[in-house]
């Protein structure tokens, strides 16, 4: 499939785990992709190399997406060479997990500036053109925690709550201009940043979702691309679960 | 430095895209709010338009100033107080508030910008900026 042939997309957060699968399959769809990396050239560009060599346009930006300043830099260079931008993915997260009473100053704010200041900072960045070209898909990434509790996440649940409002927000300000913005909400995901966690309770965890299995990260890239696509046109301000059924609680 | 009337010109550009009005609604006593339908997001829109095609910087809300509008310190019973207007005179140098000032209800703020008010507005940027 190319549902996303000569669509512009930029992808935060796009060198591991989520970030990473969406990258390789919106470049799969046919799209143009950059993604952001923080902190580990050579698995961004490895990825960016091995995607480039398959025949798919992709390239690697560094970026620290709390650093307001050069995020607007970074998307004001691609618009001047793009000319348009058709797809803002944000992916960039990070966890810093611990009680929160025992939870420093920095860890809270890591996890805030990180996930809802990065996601924030892309957005405004990207809004004006957004904007002027009537046209855009922005797709966040939230997480179930935002909605059911987990111990020792109070600041990335809080951050990830966030990030489903401001997804609501924006949709209700942006849709008059034909710019549609959703979040997908995944569960338990196979990637290096839910490690620690599955190593705790792999069993536990695995037992109480409905599909009975951890997912991978390309079934969240899937329903990323989808909303990024025309496919999903009429779809706006929307937080889709995908975690196998765990959110449906009962028995 | 551009004349009046292609500041005016591009101006009606502007507004023709942002707002999805026709050409010859845009005049220069044409109220953005009353008689072309522009909402907050319109004049974001319109902000950002400006600033591309006049190559100038243009701060949130020196053109609509929601900040004031909607700031409790300023408002009373629903209209402006000497200090909001002040305020509001302090930041849109270009627009004429002597009507509005006799009866400063917020809801009516809109009513008042021209694109003759928008006009004076551009130009002084320009001036200030060559």
Request: charged share 25%; glycine share 8%; with cysteine.
């Amino acid at each position: 499939m190319t549902r996303l042939a000569d669509k512009k997309i930029l992808i935060t957060g796009g060198s591991r785990g989520i970030g990473r699968a969406c990258v390789a399959k919106m470049a799969a769809e046919g799209g143009t992709v950059a993604f952001v990396y923080q902190s580990n050239q050579q698995a961004a560009d490895e990825l960016a190399a091995q995607l480039t060599a398959a025949g798919h346009d992709v390239r690697a930006l560094q970026a620290d997406v709390r650093d307001s300043a050069r995020v607007h830099e970074l998307v004001n260079q691609l618009v001047d060479q793009w000319g348009r931008l058709d797809v803002l993915v944000n992916s960039a997260g990070i966890v810093r997990d611990g009680l929160l009473g025992a939870m420093t100053p920095e860890q809270w704010a890591d996890v805030i500036e990180t996930n809802l200041g990065g996601t924030y900072n892309f957005c405004h960045a990207v809004v004006q053109q957004m904007m002027y070209q009537r046209a855009g898909s922005i797709v966040n990434l939230s997480s179930t925690a935002a909605e059911f509790a987990s111990r020792g996440q109070a600041n990335y649940a809080a951050s990830k709550g966030a990030i489903d409002g401001l997804t609501r927000a924006l949709a209700k300000e942006l849709a008059p201009r034909k710019i549609r913005v959703n979040a997908v909400a995944p569960g338990m995901i196979e990637t290096d940043m839910s490690a620690a966690v599955r190593g705790l309770a792999a069993d536990q965890i695995t037992k109480a979702i409905p599909l009975k299995r951890i997912g991978q990260p390309e079934e969240i890239a899937n329903v990323v691309a989808f909303l990024a696509s025309e496919e999903a046109s009429y779809l706006t301000g929307q937080v889709i679960r995908v975690d196998g059924g765990i959110s449906l609680g009962g028995y | 430095m551009p004349t009046k009337d292609e500041i005016f010109e591009k101006i009606q550009v502007a507004l023709v895209d942002a707002l999805g009005v026709d050409e010859d609604e845009v005049t220069p006593e044409a109220t953005l709010v009353g008689d072309l339908g522009a909402e907050s997001i319109d004049f974001l829109d319109i902000v950002f338009r400006l600033e591309k095609s006049f190559s100038i910087s243009i701060p949130r809300g020196e053109l609509f100033p929601e900040d004031i509008l909607t700031n409790a310190q300023y408002i009373k019973d629903g209209k402006l107080t000497e200090a909001g207007l002040a305020e509001v005179r302090k930041r849109m140098p270009f627009a004429d508030l002597t009507e509005f000032s006799k009866n400063p209800a917020v809801q009516d703020f809109g009513n008042l910008l021209t694109v003759a008010d928008m006009c004076r507005f551009v130009e002084t940027k320009l001036q200030n900026a060559a």
